[in-house]
């Protein structure tokens, strides 16, 4: 009997494997242990935060006003909320959530849980060691931004961790090669898209973002491209679906998009006085420390991601994709991103610098949080909820 040995497969010039330091994920118990955790003082907050008494303001954040705005369209029909509903999935989802926005308010705070428990872990896998892990797991979990928009947006919160989790992937799947990671980043993209008003705004960013990842396959012509495409198709599908629905019903590809735009005078004023105050510059110094960040880690392109998110969700606010009551989105979201791509620093000094701007976020954050007075409204009615 003769044997065959099959001949190794040459591997593609310029193929960057996976890190030797990818350490294995522990048993599935400990994960969602660590999520419940995790997510345990969040969902108090929000049993407490159903006991807050409502005022004008708190009734203009993301929960509230998507509550009002699916409740209104999909009482009046199908083909009424086909126009008033984009994207229609988290309208559904709050107009059917048990007890209301409440409800949303606890959903929120258990995917916070899952989101710092995921990003934590993508650090760890990377090989990061536990003292950076640990102070970017609290920089982005122990302010308030982040249980105000986890607690008060859900659709913004889900569109911003499905948005945070596949750059994780995406990063797996440029420099490592990993087409099942590329795979969950085009469909976590997707999601965002049916759940986030901000959706496609995220898309285009990834996609703007590919050229500055490192590639595993660079002997490869066309590969990159390739990539993108991965990358973008399902949500592509998913606009070019919507567009062909909103024709056949109300003959106008645009309709659903259409009736989400709102650039209004106030939203304007808003921006301009933002810039023109304490909380304008506290949002820059965000901006600037992601800057610095991408400049420790040796990845200078990454602050070309960083400017592109700020003013991706600068102008999301500014055409009504971001409800007038929103706080916290810009830090939320950069902050994420930035852990989801963070490499191993090569020096302690690089690695305690790094740490130290972690440690920072935290003031930061806080000193932002009281910058706006929704978020102080909110803080103080937890307060008097507790106080009795």
């Not at 008060?152 to 420099?175: K, P, S, T, Y």
């Not at 999301?316 to 852990?339: E, Q, R």
Request: charge should be positive; glycine fraction near 10%; proline fraction near 6%.
């Amino acid at each position: 009997m003769t044997v065959t040995l099959s001949r190794p497969h040459p591997v593609p010039t310029g193929a960057v494997p996976a890190p030797a330091t990818l350490r294995p994920l522990p048993p599935v118990a400990v994960r969602w242990l660590l999520r419940a955790a995790f997510a345990l003082p969040y969902v108090v907050l929000a049993v407490i935060a159903s006991r807050i008494a409502p005022t004008p303001l708190l009734e203009l954040t993301g929960n509230q006003v998507t509550m009002d705005r699916a409740t209104a369209a999909l009482d009046g029909g199908v083909v009424q909320a086909i126009g008033q509903l984009w994207p229609l999935l988290s309208g559904v989802l709050l107009r059917f959530m048990p007890f209301g926005v409440d409800g949303a308010a606890v959903l929120g705070g258990v995917t916070a849980g899952v989101l710092l428990q995921l990003l934590a872990q993508a650090m760890l896998r990377r090989g990061l060691p536990m003292r950076k892990v640990v102070a970017f797991t609290i920089a982005l979990g122990a302010n308030p931004l982040y249980a105000f928009v986890a607690l008060n947006d859900l659709q913004a919160f889900l569109g911003i961790a499905l948005f945070a989790l596949a750059v994780v992937d995406m990063v797996r799947f440029f420099a490592w090669g990993d087409t099942q990671a590329g795979f969950r980043a085009g469909l976590s993209l997707m999601m965002s898209t049916l759940l986030d008003p901000m959706g496609f705004v995220y898309v285009v960013i990834a996609a703007l973002a590919a050229p500055l990842l490192d590639l595993a396959r660079r002997g490869q012509q066309g590969v990159r491209r390739a990539n993108v495409l991965v990358l973008v198709f399902p949500s592509a599908a998913v606009a070019l679906s919507t567009a062909v629905l909103d024709v056949m019903v109300l003959h106008d590809p645009f309709a659903a998009l259409r009736g989400s735009i709102d650039v209004s005078g106030e939203r304007l004023a808003g921006l301009q006085h933002l810039f023109a105050t304490a909380d304008g510059l506290l949002l820059v110094a965000m901006l600037v420390a992601g800057a610095a960040l991408a400049l420790l880690v040796g990845r200078p392109g990454a602050i070309a991601l960083v400017a592109a998110l700020f003013g991706g969700i600068i102008g999301g606010y500014a055409i009504g994709l971001i409800p007038v009551a929103a706080a916290g989105n810009v830090f939320v979201t950069m902050l994420s991103v930035a852990i989801a791509i963070l490499p191993r620093a090569g020096s302690r000094v690089t690695s305690a610098l790094v740490v130290l701007l972690a440690v920072l976020q935290v003031p930061l954050a806080w000193a932002a949080a009281f910058q706006r007075e929704v978020v102080v409204q909110w803080m103080h009615a937890l307060v008097a909820v507790v106080a009795g």
